[in-house]
């Protein structure tokens, strides 16, 4: 088997918040927290044939999730349960917006952080939250 294969294991579903409210659906091979920019591409678009780079300079936050599909009528709880590990924490966007959840590597000078949602029920199973946008961080 070819090693440049990706396996679909090596694929995120995102959802990409952009600072001036957009969102946009799709698979990034490429995002890491430590570079400037990343790729999506269309869930169809195996091949990543036309996919677009996205500056994390115009991100609120990148929503990893479990499907695109989700739910918009079911509202997540912010209650954090006993023993779920890491700092507890609720973030405050500039637009308003507020999650809740744990993190283990806040850092307010590095380009952003993971938040792991405090309602296992959510779409998302991590978000990485861009700092440069967030209003408040409150350890809870």
Known sequence: MPTD????????????????????????????????TFRVSAESDAMQAKSAEVSMKTLKAVFFVKDFRGNSKYRESKVIPLGKPGKKVEITFSDGEKIAGTTQAYNPAALGFFVYPADAKSNSLRIFVVNWNVRDVKFL
């Open 5 to 36: 294969v990706l396996t679909p294991a090596a694929v995120n579903k995102v959802v990409v918040a952009f600072l001036d409210g957009r969102r946009q659906r799709g698979c990034s091979y490429d995002f890491s927290p430590l570079k400037e």
